[in-house]
């Protein structure tokens, strides 16, 4: 009896070349030959009778045949992946290491308490984090997952909703005593407003707030400028500077405290997303899976909205 599906090994190399578009990606990722990439992608096309690739001296691009072949064989070998594990169970421990990328704000007043619950469960899983504001290419700089922050541009990389974090005003108590309490959004016109520049567009970062159903983005007039460290803004006010806007998960234990006062409340209800960004493919570890499971599981974000 021949063998029906010869060729996964085959469809493995596709699904490589087709995540990175590029031949000698592939070869360096697989440890192997741009020649034997070239062949294997050539076999795989003459075995179906199509052409996966528009290839330039510069540029590889998928067709539609193409795309259409890579989306249904993604598909395929997660329902594979899927199967594996779950035949074997819990029976087996989850280990391996993950490569995360996070931004400041995520990674110090959200994260901590996530990687202590998610390494009691797997302890054997290793995990690298990049904490910072800078938007990393996943795929070139070998990074499993990455946490980012507001609305996200259009990508081949899947995108799973963490949560939407409400935002805040806040100054502290010296600075109002100082300067006194703005009752309307206008009022933010007179007062020291602390802006933060947006490093991936060198714009200042509006201020989202909501008049009932209405949603207003206010730019701060910037006599203090924060550049890359959307902490620092936080760090300013509490110390009588001036107002901030920020997550009301980094600054409700700092008004708990009384270093810093909510202001204009009548305006707060506006939130900004966090999604957890990955490449979906077959070579995914289990230990990502993992990750990417208990980050998205409902008892994580039911804890997250209480």
Known sequence: MSRQ???????????????????SAAAIYL??????IS?????????????FFRRTTRHLSLTEAGQLYYEKMQHAFQLIDHAERTIQGEQLQISG???????????????PELLQKFLFQYPDIQIE?????????????????????????NSTLVARPLELAPLQLVASPDYLKRMGVPKTAEDLNHHQCIAFELPSTGKVTPWFLKNGDNEIQWIPTNRILVKEDI???????????????SYEFIVNE?????????????????????????AQHKH??????????????????????H
Do not use: W
């Not at 996964?8 to 087709?18: G, N, R, S, T, Y």
């Not at 700092?254 to 960004?277: D, N, V």
């Not at 995914?284 to 909205?305: G, N, Q």
């Open 129 to 153: 984090i990049s904490i910072s504001n800078r938007n990393v290419d996943l795929i070139a700089e070998g990074f499993d997952l990455a946490i980012r922050q507001g609305q996200l541009p």
């Open 39 to 51: 062949r294997t992608i050539t076999r795989l096309e003459k075995k179906l009778g199509i052409q």
């Open 284 to 305: 995914m570890s289990s230990a990502t899976r993992a990750f990417i499971d208990f980050l998205c599981s409902t008892d994580h974000k039911e804890t997250h909205e």
């Open 31 to 36: 440890a192997t030959t741009p020649s034997v």
């Open 97 to 111: 290491k993950i490569k995360l990328s996070v931004p400041t704000t995520y990674g110090h007043y959200r994260l």
């Open 254 to 278: 700092k008004i708990r405290q009384g270093k810093l006062q909510p202001l204009l409340e009548t305006y707060a209800g506006h939130t900004r997303p966090f999604s957890l960004l990955y």
């Open 231 to 245: 902490l620092g803004v936080v760090s300013l006010a509490e110390n009588g500077l001036g107002i901030c806007q």
């Open 5 to 23: 599906f010869d060729h996964l090994a085959d469809i493995e190399v596709f699904l490589i070349v087709a995540e990175k578009l590029s031949i």
